[in-house]
């Protein structure tokens, strides 16, 4: 073998990128199946959402009352930068279950596909791909039975952390934008969300070539968007964490809708002492109860 192929020609936070063409990632997450789980009675569940892309989601269901009953429907999208980790991961079936049991939900967390061997903004096609699969249900002859019987599309949340956060806000607008009515999305969660700055992140233009930066990306920037008014969503709670690197970008996202001529409401809720996205690599934090608490307060006192 050629040992010049080991050379690595590029060195980010998230991966590194070999002279050959291949990708090692600094991290992996550990997997999880689905299933019923024994201490809260949550039922999870594997879905293909798109057989031409493989896509995949994860239906989480809550012991319900009765087969008619029909609860707020919640999707989430996982974070990672977009490169990191998928949605069958174990921090968040164990975030989403936990969410669940709290506030009484149907919550699906939607895949898409990696970069950098899939190039953004693939990540946000495959989520809005995602959320047209999802919508399909909205009359009760989709393809999944769980969310024909169980899903309340009259209440439905958006959520999503860091990169999650950043496809959440995309599919929020699309939705405007596209003038879907199937979905009427009532709130989003926006915790710890990734949005550029204006130094140049160059592990984000090598995931996504054809961005033009922070001056003309909207993905990067949502105060550049002719669209942002048109987002779809009542309410937006917007989380940042006291000692993450990212929260400054939080700041400005909450400042930016409340700038915007968006119409609805955001609110803002910081955590004290805590770094980017502590619920899920520290889940045994005393600050973990207190932020889904905030989380729970915001889906139920949601009409």
């Known amino acids: 073998m050629d040992s010049s192929n080991n050379e690595v020609i590029h060195d980010f936070p998230f991966f590194k990128v070999y ?41 989480f269901v809550p012991k319900i009352d009765g087969p008619h009953q029909r609860l707020p429907l919640l999707i989430h999208y996982h974070g990672g930068g977009f490169c990191l980790g998928s949605a069958l991961d174990m921090p968040f079936k164990r975030f989403l279950t936990s969410l669940v049991v709290k506030a009484n939900i149907v919550a699906i967390t939607i895949d898409y596909r990696l970069a950098p061997e899939h ?38 949340f958006l959520a999503g952390e860091s990169a999650g956060a950043n496809i959440a806000h995309y599919v929020a607008v699309q939705v405007g934008a596209k003038y879907m009515c199937s979905l009427n999305i009532v709130g989003t969660l926006m915790v710890h969300p ?14 996504c070539p054809t961005s033009a930066g922070f001056e003309k990306d909207p993905i990067l920037n949502p105060a550049l968007d002719p669209n942002l008014k048109m ?11 006291e000692k ?9 996202y909450y400042e930016t809708l409340k700038k915007s001529e968006w119409h609805g409401k955001v609110e803002f809720y910081q955590t004290l002492g805590e770094d980017h996205c502590f619920h899920m690599f520290n889940p045994k934090s005393k600050n973990v109860g207190p932020f889904l608490q905030k989380l729970v307060n915001f889906i139920k006192s949601t009409k």
């Open 119 to 156: 190039h953004l903004p693939i990540a946000h096609e495959d989520s809005w791909a995602g959320l047209e699969w999802v919508a399909s249900h909205s009359y009760g002859q989709g393809p999944e039975p769980l969310l024909n019987r169980h899903a309340d599309f009259g209440r439905v």
């Open 231 to 241: 987002m779809r969503s009542d309410r937006v709670l917007v989380c940042v964490a």
């Open 19 to 59: 002279k050959d063409g291949a990708i090692e990632r600094c991290t992996t997450m550990e997997p999880a199946l689905p299933g019923l789980d024994p201490d809260t009675g949550v039922q999870s569940k594997d879905v293909v959402v798109s057989p031409e892309t493989g896509v995949k989601a994860r239906i």
């Open 194 to 207: 990734f949005f550029g700055e204006q130094k140049l992140d160059e592990m984000y233009a090598y995931m």
């Open 244 to 252: 993450d690197g990212l929260r400054n970008r939080g700041v400005y």
